[in-house]
Structures are given as structure tokens and as C-alpha cells.
């Protein structure tokens, strides 16, 4: 890292730690919209939602610095746009319990950001590396990304429609989702782990917790065609008999 | 009126001093009525629920036709208009102003039943931190209100008349001004005032900053930016020309307290806020007037046209007052 591109993270540290408040704020409001979306409480497990420390805001830049120079890029963040292209400062996860909830909580989400006048940054991605979650995402219509690290989330990148603009970014992830992903995090962050056993024993997990969620899946749809057969069965049960033919009335002579 | 319309570029003001009985309402008359003679359309907005200004300036019969009849539709008091909002059932209605004796200058009369959109203002304020429509929507009633009569009448200036205190409806009213003027009495009171009025006004212009940096960017919103004017002492006995002693102590200490309380700390908000010049800031000063003072509030007009005390107090009224408003213009450009 050169000395200017340093003088920029320290800058840019600093522009944040003035802004926080104002990002804290907008995080807030962004957490409130979804929490008040009857639609989407019909989906949301539970909500979980930070922003950033300052000191990981700085790990982050010097990461994607290095990255660009690695790749040869050119790093664009400046302090002019730095609210606007750092996108996840502020960041709400979304918890829910199987993959086949996602197209009522896509749909319901974007209906929310779209009357709280929040602008969708692109479109929303699924990490996945699962061959039959990546047909079922791209079947509702989300477009997906093949995760070597066996990562799995849906992230919604937006904008606050308003003179401050601020990105912020949403996860949706089931509850077995978050179990890797944490377990991840915890392992390889900020450094990434180099026992070779524990990077075997998380892929191992991905396939456990991925089996979880689909097996979530296939319960609750069980459930449902059992609930539908049982509704029918009473419906049939209820249903009145044909009437006994009755012998014709004898005309009186 | 649509939301997002744009802002009538009449000046709005609002003569602010939440310790009363400190002359808010004479003051308010008697400076529209100087600024109305220099030939501006004047607008005064009577948003005391307690209607001093209304009662001083409509007959008795016509002020209570007004507010017996405010709950309709077409109801002739600020309430008629905001109550949509306040009960959370529309838009902000229509309201013609009552054009008053004194050419140029009309007036939005006062209601009782303010204090019950006031109520409704603190949940509005919690809505706009949390980027509510309806929040955002309320605290700009009055605001869009007073932009459709500015646009019906081809109003210049606006002023509010403030009730004593530092409630939600003063901070959507102060926020609402280009600029404000603060009167201060020459007592123990008033000092103490001025500083929960700078620390009040800062934290309002703070709180609206936030709220409209992240509000929806094509709303119509609260300029936010209140500049102080200036201030005037008032009524201090004056003794053969010459300011009493006692008095002028006090004057010392307000204009100590108004720099300390009322400029440094909204100068450290934005410079643009406040002059850091006294004697800029000194608009003017009321000596206490006495019989034509009690006579204007009674019979409604300014103190230069009451049918009593002599010419020369009068005219001495005249001068005063035209020198504030000349002021005030100067100050506002």
C-alpha cells in the first residue's frame, strides 16, 4: 500500500466515524420498515443487524486495496462516494427456516423497500452451491452466483432515496445457513484458518446444513399436503348422502 | 396541496421567546402592521392555541363565529385546515385568511383546538426519525399550509405568533422560519430563558438535519435552518430620556446571555445562523409604552393608530416600530 493510499484509509476511517450516527440512524430505518411488513413477519424467523466497526472498515479497505492491486484493478473508492459504494456499513440479516419461503419473502421485501422509497442497487443476488437450490432461485426468478467457499445467502444491495445516501445490505439466509455461516465466520475471520482438518469438517458442514435446510423444506411441504388431504377427507365426510330412491307414489285408482 | 410542491419564497417569521408575557404578541402587531405600511403583504399566523393575536385583532363576535364553527369542513380557523391531518384522515384542507382592517395585512386565525394537532406533532416527530410517510407528512402541515395562503395571496412575509413554550408545535414553527427575532423582558426570568432557548433551538435544527438528510429527497420539507435576526429588549421604563438604572443593568446581562446562550452555540451549528456583531443583532428596543401599549392590544391596531395617549407617543411608536421592520428586512436579505 502506498503512502497516499494509506492517508485515504485513514480519511476515510475518519469520514465514517463522523457519519455513524447518521448511518446508525438510517439502519434504524430501514430495520423498523421490515419489522413492521405484516407480509414479511409471516417469513422472518428473526432479524439480526449491525454496523460496522471502524477498525473492521479499515481491514476492509486495506483487503479490497490489495485485491485491486493483485488483479491489476483500479481501487475506486474515494471520499465522495465512499457512503455510496462501501455497501455494507450498515447490514440487517434476515433469518427464516427453508429455502422455498424465499420467493414470498423476495417478493414481499421488494414490495416494502418500494413503498419506503428504498432504492435496489442491482439486482439481488443467491450465493449457492447447490445445484438443485440454484434451479429452484433461478426459477423464482433470482439471479445466482456459484460460491467456491461454499458460502449461501441472498444479499439485496440498496439506496436510501434521499439527500444522504447511504448502501445498505440485506442477507436472507435459513437458520441452518446461518449455523455455517457463523461457524465459518468465527474460524476465518479475520484470517482465514489454515488447520486443514477444520477447513475439511466446515465443508462437511455446508453439506450437513444444507441437507437441513432442504430436509426443512421437504417436512414442511409433508405437512402442508397432509394438512390439504385431511381438510378434503372432512370435506368428503361432511358431504350429505344421495337420497334413497323412494318407491313411486301408487296412483289411486 | 400536493406534498411535494415547492416552497413559497414569502420570508417567514416568528417573533420566539418561550418565557411569556415578554410582549410576543404587541410586538408581532405592531411590527407586520410597520412592514404592511411599507407596502408588503403580511401574513400573520396565529398559532397560540391561547388566540391572544386573534382576539386583539377580529371582534369578539367574529372570533367566536370562527371557532364555533371550526370543526366543518369549511371552517375558518387553522384547525379547519390541519384537522385531516391531525386525525390522521387526509390532506391539509384549504384556508382563507381574514383580510383585516389594516391594509396589507391578513391574518390565520388561532384555535383551541391546536393544542390537539400539537399532541398529534410529537408521535409525527418519532415517525420522521423512523422515515414514516405519515411522520414526515404531519410535521409539514402547517408548512404546506401556510405555502397555499402565501400562494393565494401573493404573500411577502409571514409571521408566526409563537405560544409561550417549547413544545413540538414551536419546533415545527421555528423550523419553518427563515429567521426569528427573540424579544427579552428586563427581568431575572427572561434571562434564564435564553438559555433553554439556545440549547432548545440547537437541538431542533440537529434532530431536523438528520431526519431530512435521510428523509424521502422530492418531499416537500422543513427548511430547518432558523437564522436568528437579532433581539429586542422591552419595555424598560425610561425616565427623562434616559434608560432607569436598574434596568440598564439588565439590559448588560441580556445582551451577555444572548451572546453566550443564543449566538455561540448556533454559530457552531452553521456561522450563516447568527451574527456575531451585537450590534447587529440589536434590532431595536420598546420602551414601555404604557397607556397606548394597553389600548393597541384592546382596540386592535398598531400602537401608531390608537385612539389614545398623545401624537407625540404616537409617533414615537411609529418611529420605533418602522426601524425594527426596516431592520428586519435588511437583516433577511
Given at each position: 500500500m502506498t503512502k497516499l493510499q494509506a492517508k485515504l484509509v485513514d480519511d476515510l476511517v475518519e469520514l465514517y466515524v463522523a457519519n455513524r450516527d447518521e448511518v446508525a440512524l438510517a439502519l434504524e430505518q430501514l430495520r423498523g420498515q421490515?419489522?413492521?411488513?405484516k407480509e414479511l413477519g409471516k417469513y422472518i424467523h428473526s432479524i439480526k443487524w449491525r454496523i460496522k466497526d471502524p477498525e473492521h472498515v479499515r481491514d476492509s479497505l486495506e483487503r479490497k486495496i490489495k485485491y485491486a492491486k493483485d488483479k491489476q484493478l483500479r481501487f475506486e473508492i474515494t471520499r465522495d462516494n465512499f457512503f455510496t459504494e462501501f455497501y455494507d456499513l450498515a447490514g440487517i440479516r434476515i433469518l427464516h427456516l427453508h429455502t422455498q419461503q424465499m420467493e414470498f419473502i423476495d417478493k414481499a421485501l421488494k414490495n416494502r423497500l418500494d413503498e419506503a422509497r428504498y432504492q435496489l442497487i442491482g439486482e439481488p443476488t443467491a450465493r449457492t452451491w447447490d445445484d438443485?437450490?440454484?434451479?429452484?432461485?433461478?426459477?423464482?426468478?433470482i439471479k445466482t452466483k456459484k460460491s467456491e467457499t461454499l458460502y449461501t445467502s441472498v444479499?439485496?444491495?440498496?439506496?436510501?432515496?434521499?439527500?444522504?445516501?447511504?448502501?445498505?445490505?440485506?442477507?436472507?439466509r435459513t437458520l441452518a445457513e446461518e449455523l455455517w455461516g457463523e461457524t465459518s465466520h468465527t474460524i476465518n475471520y479475520p484470517e482465514e484458518t489454515s488447520s486443514v482438518s477444520c477447513k475439511e469438517q466446515l465443508a462437511v458442514l455446508a453439506r450437513v446444513t444444507s441437507a437441513a435446510t432442504r430436509l426443512v423444506d421437504a417436512i414442511f411441504r409433508s405437512h402442508r399436503e397432509h394438512l390439504d388431504n385431511t381438510k378434503r377427507d372432512i370435506k368428503t365426510a361432511r358431504k350429505p348422502a344421495t337420497p334413497k330412491a323412494t318407491a313411486p307414489k301408487r296412483r289411486a285408482n | 396541496m400536493p406534498q411535494n410542491s415547492k416552497r413559497h419564497n414569502a420570508l417567514r417569521f416568528a417573533i420566539f421567546n418561550h418565557k411569556g408575557g415578554v410582549g410576543k404578541t404587541t410586538l408581532t402587531v405592531n411590527v407586520a402592521a410597520a412592514l404592511a405600511s411599507l407596502?408588503?403583504?403580511?401574513?400573520?399566523?396565529?398559532?397560540?392555541?391561547?388566540?391572544?393575536?386573534?382576539?386583539?385583532?377580529?371582534?369578539?363576535?367574529?372570533?367566536?363565529?370562527?371557532?364555533?364553527?371550526?370543526?366543518?369542513?369549511?371552517?375558518?380557523?387553522?384547525?379547519?385546515?390541519?384537522?385531516?391531518?391531525?386525525?390522521g384522515l387526509g390532506e391539509v384542507g384549504e384556508l382563507e385568511p381574514v383580510e383585516l382592517s389594516i391594509e396589507n395585512l391578513f391574518l390565520a386565525c388561532g384555535d383551541i383546538r391546536l393544542s390537539e394537532f400539537e399532541e398529534e406533532l410529537t408521535g409525527f416527530w418519532s415517525e420522521c426519525l423512523q422515515r414514516k410517510m405519515r411522520g414526515l407528512r404531519g410535521t409539514m402541515a402547517?408548512?404546506?399550509?401556510?405555502?397555499?395562503?402565501?400562494?393565494?395571496?401573493?404573500?411577502?412575509?409571514?409571521?408566526?405568533?409563537?405560544?409561550?413554550?417549547?413544545?413540538?408545535?414551536?419546533?415545527?414553527?421555528?423550523?419553518?422560519?427563515?429567521?426569528?427575532?427573540?424579544?427579552?423582558?428586563?427581568?431575572?426570568?427572561?434571562?434564564?430563558?435564553?438559555?433553554?432557548?439556545?440549547?432548545?433551538?440547537?437541538?431542533?435544527?440537529?434532530?431536523?438535519?438528520?431526519?431530512?438528510?435521510?428523509?424521502?429527497?422530492d418531499m416537500y420539507l422543513l427548511p430547518g435552518l432558523p437564522r436568528m435576526l437579532g433581539y429586542i429588549p422591552q419595555r424598560f421604563k425610561v425616565y427623562?430620556?434616559?434608560?432607569?438604572?436598574?434596568?440598564?443593568?439588565?439590559?448588560?446581562?441580556?445582551?451577555?446571555?444572548?451572546?453566550s446562550d443564543l449566538i455561540t452555540p448556533l454559530r457552531k451549528i452553521d456561522s450563516k445562523l447568527a451574527s456575531?456583531?451585537?450590534?447587529?443583532?440589536?434590532?431595536?428596543?420598546?420602551?414601555?409604552?404604557?397607556?397606548?401599549?394597553?389600548?393597541?392590544?384592546?382596540?386592535?391596531?398598531?400602537?401608531?393608530?390608537?385612539?389614545?395617549?398623545?401624537?407625540?407617543?404616537?409617533?414615537?411608536?411609529?418611529?420605533?416600530?418602522?426601524?425594527?421592520?426596516?431592520?428586519?428586512?435588511?437583516?433577511?436579505?
Open positions: 421490515i419489522l413492521a411488513d438443485e437450490t440454484e434451479a429452484y432461485f433461478e426459477k423464482i426468478g444479499h439485496y444491495v440498496l439506496q436510501t432515496f434521499s439527500k444522504s445516501k447511504y448502501t445498505c445490505e440485506i442477507q436472507v | 407596502g408588503k403583504r403580511v401574513l400573520l399566523v396565529d398559532t397560540d392555541p391561547q388566540c391572544n393575536l386573534s382576539s386583539c385583532l377580529l371582534e369578539e363576535s367574529v372570533l367566536d363565529d370562527l371557532l364555533a364553527n371550526s370543526d366543518l369542513t369549511n371552517g375558518g380557523t387553522i384547525w379547519s385546515a390541519i384537522k385531516p391531518v391531525a386525525e402547517l408548512s404546506s399550509l401556510v405555502n397555499q395562503i402565501c400562494t393565494d395571496q401573493q404573500i411577502d412575509i409571514v409571521f408566526y405568533d409563537c405560544g409561550p413554550n417549547i413544545g413540538p408545535l414551536n419546533r415545527v414553527i421555528l423550523l419553518d422560519c427563515d429567521g426569528f427575532i427573540v424579544p427579552a423582558a428586563c427581568d431575572q426570568f427572561s434571562l434564564r430563558a435564553l438559555r433553554t432557548m439556545g440549547s432548545t433551538l440547537t437541538s431542533w435544527i440537529s434532530q431536523w438535519s438528520l431526519i431530512s438528510k435521510l428523509a424521502p429527497e427623562r430620556g434616559v434608560v432607569s438604572q436598574a434596568f440598564a443593568g439588565y439590559l448588560a446581562k441580556i445582551e451577555r446571555r444572548i451572546v456575531s456583531s451585537l450590534e447587529v443583532n440589536k434590532l431595536g428596543q420598546i420602551k414601555d409604552f404604557g397607556t397606548i401599549a394597553n389600548a393597541s392590544q384592546v382596540q386592535g391596531v398598531p400602537m401608531s393608530e390608537v385612539d389614545a395617549g398623545t401624537p407625540e407617543q404616537r409617533a414615537d411608536a411609529r418611529r420605533a416600530f418602522h426601524q425594527i421592520a426596516k431592520k428586519i428586512l435588511e437583516r433577511s436579505k
